[in-house]
């Protein structure tokens, strides 16, 4: 079992940036692959980018390429999402999760990961 806990949400400016956490707890977390998800009201769930176990490889949706930067501290247990340039439709629910064996491109990625996050709020300001 690896529980999953985001935190750094909250209100960003226009053009502003963001960095998230994700806190992993439970047997051999750093192990896993993690990948990074948002939800905004009314759309589907939407893969941003994944990162292994060890950091050596990252993938990046092609719809926040370039923005987006995803890292990860095993010594703590905790992976990091860096966002830049926000628009107000970046808002959602961003959450993360982790998975054992995961292709890093899949085309279908919610199903490579076992373990979720609930989340957390991102509101970019017009």
């Known amino acids: 079992q690896v529980q999953l806990v985001e935190s750094g949400g909250g209100l960003v400016q226009t053009g502003g940036s963001l960095r998230l956490s994700c806190a992993a707890s439970g047997r051999s977390a750093s192990r896993y692959a993690m990948g990074w998800f948002r939800q905004a009201p009314g759309k589907e769930r939407e893969f941003l980018g994944a990162?292994?176990?060890?950091?050596?490889?990252?993938y990046y949706a092609d719809s926040v390429k370039g923005r987006c930067t995803i890292s990860r501290d095993n010594a703590k247990n905790t992976v990091f999402l860096q966002m830049s340039s926000l628009k107000p439709e970046d808002t959602a629910v961003y959450s993360c999760?982790?998975?054992?064996?995961?292709?890093?491109?899949?085309?279908?990625?919610?199903?490579?990961?076992?373990?979720w996050g609930q989340g957390t709020q991102v509101t970019v300001s017009s």
């Open positions: 990162i292994d176990w060890s950091g050596g490889s990252t």
């Open positions: 999760a982790a998975g054992l064996v995961v292709a890093l491109k899949s085309i279908n990625p919610a199903a490579e990961y076992n373990y």
